[in-house]
């Protein structure tokens, strides 16, 4: 196994300036609150909350503003008897009480439309529609290295072990090694 493994992997350079492209959308994202606030106080941004995409119930039960208790009736003091007397089990809440829709404010429909819009955002680019498309763009050699690294990065240690033997054994018998599996091994530990 050459010591030189890492310095024989061949990984693509991005640049650390954004392209105009993502810079467009980083600042089309950075105005949305400022975009939601102009309809702060439309109730038809908070129709039908429930159906927009990574929206949950809990998430919108998070954001819903605590609903005041109703009071409590005043019981005028009764003289206590001492017989026996069983409570009555209390009653159910009323079907209108549990299914009635949670009451939120205007930041947190705005809070709960700027999480769909930027999860689905997210959930685009990390697609692999979106994967495929950049795979297409690389040279050849770069999107097999990066397959590899993958297929390797995402492996157990019993796995990568098993198939740390299997790679010598094939070595041995005369095939080249795989430098990314060595740099991947020496990461884990798979080899000192």
Known sequence: ???????????????????DTMQH??????????????YADDDALAFSLDTLPFVSAELLKSLAEPVPAPEAPV????????SLSLKAAPAPPSSTTSAAAP???????SAA????????????LTSEVSRASVRSRLPARHSSQLERWREWVEMDDAEGRRRMKEAEEAVRSGEKEDEVMLVVAKLRGWIL
Do not use: D, K, Y
Not at 5 to 17: G, N, W
Not at 25 to 38: K, M
């Open 113 to 124: 439309w700027l999480s769909s819009l930027g999860l689905s955002l997210v959930a685009r």
């Open 75 to 82: 019981i005028p003091h009764v003289r206590r008897s001492p």
């Open 1 to 19: 196994m050459s010591g030189s493994a890492m310095s024989e992997v061949q990984v693509p350079t991005f640049s650390l300036s954004p392209s």
């Open 25 to 38: 959308v980083a600042e089309g994202l950075l105005n949305l609150p400022r975009l939601f606030e102009v």
């Open 103 to 109: 009451v939120l404010s205007p930041e947190a429909v």
